[in-house]
Nanobody
Framework: QVQLVESGGGLVQAGGSLRLSCAAS????????MGWFRQAPGKEREFVAA????????YYAESVKGRFTISRNNAKKTVYQQMNNLKPEDTAVYYC????????????????WGQGTQVTVSS
């Protein structure tokens, strides 16, 4: 079992930056792939970024490539998402998710989810 708690969301102007954090419980954090997903009002949850347990493979949605950076610190059992040059279309609730398998961008690969943190980008 893994429990996930996100933090770092907030309100920012377009062009600004935010850093999301996701703290995990459990003894085997380094064996889990970690992902960030987001859900805007009236839309389906969508993949944003993912990193494998060792950090050796990283995946991004096309819409955030070059602006978002996912990273992890296995000693701190935390995954981060640095978000730069934010756009109004990035407004959503951002969720952290964990997978016990080598996972990338498919929601069904992730059985464990955090409660989400709101990111709002004003124009």
């Amino acid at each position: 079992q893994v429990q996930l708690v996100e933090s770092g969301g907030g309100l920012v102007q377009a062009g600004g930056s935010l850093r999301l954090s996701c703290a995990a419980s459990g003894r085997t954090f380094s064996s889990y792939s970690m992902g960030w997903f987001r859900q805007a009002p009236g839309k389906e949850r969508e993949f944003v970024a993912a990193v494998t347990g060792s950090g050796g493979s990283i995946y991004y949605a096309e819409s955030v490539k070059g602006r978002f950076t996912i990273s992890r610190n296995n000693a701190k059992k935390t995954v981060y998402q640095q978000m730069n040059n934010l756009k109004p279309e990035d407004t959503a609730v951002y969720y952290c998710a964990a997978s016990p398998t080598i996972a990338n961008g498919f929601l069904r690969q992730y059985p464990y989810w955090g409660q989400g943190t709101q990111v709002t980008v004003s124009s």
